[in-house]
C-alpha cells in the first residue's frame, strides 16, 4: 500500500506539484483515511522511487585511463544526440578493467566499446 | 600455449576491426530461489533471453577463461520492471548486476548432428562428446501447426507391443498418454516403443526424442545405455532436465525437445517424442509460478496449467503433403498418485491427447505386464491408421478380453459354470498369457499378428496356462526360422490374404506336431 501512496506522491511532484504542497496534502488523505502511522514506510519506498529514478535517467562514460576521457567523449557524440541527451549530463568513471576503449551505460542502454570486450570475444572465438 | 591457438589469435587480430556493442540494459533489483527482479529492460518480451553480465569491473585476466554465459528467460513483464528466470546457477546472480537484453526467443540447436546425443534443456550437449557444429536454431515456444496445414492420422506407429499394436493402436502424429501410478512400467513401455522403432526401414524410421524431466540421473542414464546397447541411440536424442536441474530447465524441457523434433518434422520426417513426465513438468511450473508471484489456482498450479500443456502437445501432428508431411507423435507420461485419474493433472492431460493408455498397479503385482487395462485404455484416432492384417486378428479382442474380466470373479467356481462360460474364461486367461511381455523385447507388428491370429483360432487352447508364454516364444521363434516368407509378405502387404492365413494355418498344424508335448492341458 505504501507502495502506491510513494507512487502518487512521485507522480505529484514530477507532474509539476511543489513538494510541499504534495507532501501536506498526502498528509491530509492520510489524516482521513486514519493512516498516517504509514508515514515512514511511505517516505521509504518514495527514496526507492527516487533512487530507481535517478538510476535509470544517471548516464556514466566509463574509461580505462583518466587521459581518455576526451577521446571517450568524443567517440559518444552522435549515441548522446540519439539518445537526447547533453554531454554534461554524462558522468565520468575511471574502470581500469575496460584495458582501453569506453563503455557507455544508463537510460537503459549499454554501449560496449571496450578493450576488454574485444579481447575476450577474439580470446573465445579462438578457443572454441 | 598450443601453437594451433596461438595462429587462431593471429588470424582473429589481423581481421579485427574496432566496433562497439550495443543493447538494452536492467539492473538486477532482488533475486532468489532461481528467480529475478529486474528494473528497466523497458523494451523487453515474453521468453526473451537476457545475459547477466557477471564480467563488469572484473580484471581481464580473472575473465578469461570465466564459466560461459549466464542466461535468464523473461516470464514476467511488469510496469516497471521484468521478472526472469534464472537458466543455470542462482549464486551467480547478485543485485545491482546489470542484465543485458539479446531481443532472442529462446532458442535450442537441431539437426542431424543430435541424433545419438543427450542435451540439456537448451540444448547444449552434456555426453562428453563435444559440441555441435552445423546445427539449426529452433525456436523453443512457437505456434503450432495450423488446421489447413495438418493431415488426418492414417501411418500406423508401431510400438511393438501386443496390447497396444492390437487393441490401442497409435497413428503417426496422434497424442497418446500413458498414465498409471509410480513404477508400474510406464517408461518401459515408452521405451520399448523406441526400441521397436528399429525393425522400421530406415527411411520410414521416426527420429525417437525422449525428454526426461525431473528424473533421476542414475534413471536417465540407465535408459541411455539400454538405448545404445539396443542400437536405438543411433536414432534417438535425450533431452535431460534431472531433478538437480533448476526448476526452470524442467519446465523448459519438454518445449526444447519439440522444437528439437520439428526441425525433424518440418523437413518431412517422422518424430516420435516422449515426456517423461508431464506431471513433473507441472510441479516445476507450480513452483516457478509461484516464485513468479502469480495467483495460485486448484492445488497450487497457475491458472494457465492447461495452456502450458495443450500448447505443447498440439505442436504433435502430422503435417500435409504441401507442408512435407512430416509428424510428430508425442507419448506424454503422467503418474498418479494411488491410481487416482481425476486429479487435477491428469484430468487436463487426457482431456488434450487422442487417447490414454492406462496402466493398473493391481495388473503389474498380478505379473501382468505390460500391465494395460485394456478396457480403460482408448486410442481415439489410431484405429484408422491400424493395418488391415492387424485389424482383421485384433478385431474381437478388446470385446473378448473385457467379457472375460466380467467373468473372471466367477473363476473361483468354476466347477459350477456352464460350458460356454468355462471356455471364455480358459479362453481369456491364455490371451491375457498371450498379451503378457517382457520389457525391452518388442515385437516386429508381423509376428504380432501371427501370433494374434494363432490366439484367435484357438492354437493355445490345449496348452497349459503356465506354459503359454513359453509356447508362444516358442511358435515366434519357429516362425522366424521357417516361415520367414509368410512373416515378410504380412510385412509388405499389412493384409492378412487367405493364402497367408492358410501358411499360417499350416505352419500351426505343423509345429503342432512336432511339439505334441506342449499341448496337453494338465
Known amino acids: 500500500m505504501e507502495t502506491a501512496y510513494a507512487q502518487a506522491l512521485w507522480q505529484m511532484i514530477q507532474s509539476g506539484t511543489a513538494p510541499k504542497k504534495a507532501l501536506s496534502a498526502l498528509h491530509e488523505v492520510l489524516a482521513l483515511r486514519g493512516r498516517t502511522a504509514l508515514m515512514p514506510r511511505i517516505a521509504r519506498a518514495f527514496a526507492r522511487i527516487a533512487a530507481r529514478d535517478q538510476a535509470r535517467s544517471g548516464i556514466v562514460l566509463s574509461v580505462a585511463q583518466k587521459k581518455d576521457e576526451k577521446l571517450g567523449l568524443k567517440a559518444i557524440k552522435d549515441i548522446l544526440k540519439e539518445m537526447s541527451v547533453k554531454a554534461d549530463e554524462v558522468a565520468l568513471n575511471v574502470d581500469e578493467s575496460l584495458v582501453g576503449g569506453w563503455r557507455l551505460e544508463g537510460r537503459g542502454r549499454l554501449v560496449d566499446a571496450s578493450w576488454k570486450k574485444d579481447l575476450l570475444s577474439i580470446y573465445n572465438r579462438s578457443i572454441a | ?522
Open chain 2, 1 to 522: 600455449m598450443d601453437s594451433s591457438v596461438v595462429q587462431k589469435i593471429v588470424k582473429e587480430i589481423e581481421k579485427f576491426t574496432p566496433s562497439h556493442e550495443s543493447a538494452h540494459v536492467g539492473r538486477v533489483t532482488a533475486v532468489g530461489d532461481g528467480v529475478v527482479a529486474i528494473d528497466g529492460l523497458s523494451k523487453a518480451v515474453m521468453s526473451e533471453i537476457i545475459i547477466f553480465e557477471e564480467g563488469k569491473g572484473k580484471k581481464l585476466a580473472d575473465s578469461l577463461g570465466a564459466q560461459r554465459e549466464l542466461y535468464g528467460l523473461i516470464l514476467n513483464l511488469e510496469e516497471d520492471g521484468v521478472r526472469a528466470t534464472i537458466l543455470g546457477d542462482t549464486s551467480r546472480v547478485s543485485e545491482g548486476m546489470t542484465v543485458k537484453s539479446t531481443g532472442k526467443i529462446l532458442s535450442v540447436p537441431s539437426g542431424e548432428e543430435l541424433l545419438g546425443r543427450v542435451v540439456n534443456a537448451l540444448g547444449e550437449p552434456i555426453d562428453g562428446k563435444g559440441p555441435f557444429k552445423n546445427t539449426t536454431m529452433m525456436p523453443v515456444e512457437r505456434q503450432a501447426a495450423g488446421v489447413i496445414d495438418r493431415k488426418s492420422v492414417t501411418v500406423p506407429l508401431q510400438t511393438g507391443i501386443k496390447a497396444i499394436d492390437s487393441m490401442i493402436p497409435i497413428g503417426r502424429g496422434q497424442r497418446e498418454l500413458i498414465i498409471g501410478d509410480r513404477s508400474i512400467g510406464k517408461t518401459t513401455v515408452a521405451i520399448d516403443t523406441i526400441i521397436n522403432q528399429r525393425n522400421e526401414p530406415k527411411e520410414k524410421r521416426p527420429i525417437c526424442i525422449y525428454v526426461a524431466i525431473g528424473q533421476k540421473e542414475s534413471k536417465t542414464a540407465r535408459i541411455v545405455e539400454q538405448l545404445r546397447r539396443e542400437r536405438a541411440l543411433e536414432y534417438t536424442i535425450v533431452v535431460d532436465a534431472p531433478a538437480s536441474a533448476p526448476a526452470a530447465l524442467q519446465f523448459l524441457a519438454p518445449f526444447s525437445g519439440v522444437a528439437i523434433g520439428e526441425y525433424f518434422m518440418d523437413a518431412g520426417r517422422d518424430v516420435l517424442i516422449i515426456y517423461d513426465d508431464l506431471s513433473k513438468q507441472a510441479v516445476a511450473y507450480r513452483e516457478l509460478s509461484l516464485l513468479l508471484r502469480r495467483p495460485p489456482g486448484r492445488e497450487a498450479y497457475p491458472g494457465d496449467i492447461f495452456y502450458l500443456h495443450s500448447r505443447l502437445l498440439e505442436r504433435a501432428c502430422r503435417l500435409n503433403e504441401e507442408k512435407g508431411g512430416g509428424s510428430i507423435t508425442a507419448l506424454p507420461i503422467i503418474e498418479t498418485q494411488e491410481g487416482d485419474v481425476s486429479a487435477y493433472i491428469p484430468t487436463n492431460v487426457i482431456s488434450i491427447t487422442d487417447g490414454q493408455i492406462f496402466l493398473i498397479a493391481e495388473l503389474f503385482n498380478k505379473g501382468v505386464r505390460p500391465a494395460i487395462d485394456v478396457g480403460i485404455s482408448v486410442s481415439r484416432v489410431g484405429s484408422s491408421a491400424q493395418t488391415k492384417a492387424m485389424k482383421s486378428v485384433a478385431g474381437g479382442l478388446k470385446l473378448e478380453l473385457a467379457q472375460f474380466r466380467e467373468l473372471e470373479a466367477f473363476m473361483q467356481f468354476a466347477q459350477d459354470l456352464d460350458k460356454v462360460t468355462a471356455d471364455r474364461i480358459a479362453s481369456g486367461v491364455r490371451m491375457v498369457e498371450v498379451l503378457k511381455q517382457k520389457n525391452g523385447a518388442p515385437i516386429p507388428v508381423e509376428m504380432q499378428v501371427a501370433i494374434l491370429y494363432a490366439a484367435g483360432n484357438k492354437f493355445f487352447a490345449d496348452v497349459a496356462v503356465n506354459k503359454v508364454t513359453a509356447v508362444e516364444a516358442q511358435l515366434a521363434e519357429y516362425l522366424d526360422g521357417q516361415h520367414a516368407k509368410t512373416l515378410a509378405e504380412i510385412k509388405k502387404s499389412g493384409q492378412l490374404s487367405d493364402d497367408t492365413k492358410k501358411a499360417l494355418n499350416k505352419a500351426m498344424e505343423e509345429f503342432q506336431l512336432a511339439h505334441k508335448e506342449l499341448f496337453a492341458t494338465d
